[in-house]
């Protein structure tokens, strides 16, 4: 007779950046109206722009379901290509 297999516990990493929020919308807007961090910021700017929360709730999702049964151990970066 076979033991029933438990769970493994699966430990995962996210690195998340420029996801809007109140704070950071803020924030981004008056760099936006300075001149020459502005430049900077546009030349260092993810081509898809400010994620949202609902960009990293996806990928939680994922992690939690049995889609994501064999993804452990990673640092999944949620940041729009910035570091593609």
Known sequence: MNAPVKP???ANKLKST???GKLVNDYWEMVWRA???GKLV???MSPTG???PEDVAAVVALLLS???KH???ECIRIDGGTHA
Do not use: L
């Open 8 to 10: 493994q516990p699966r």
């Open 18 to 20: 420029r996801i809007a």
């Open 35 to 37: 001149k020459e961090e």
């Open 42 to 44: 546009r030349r260092i």
């Open 50 to 52: 400010f994620g949202d």
């Open 66 to 68: 049995d889609d994501g």
């Open 71 to 73: 993804i452990t151990g």
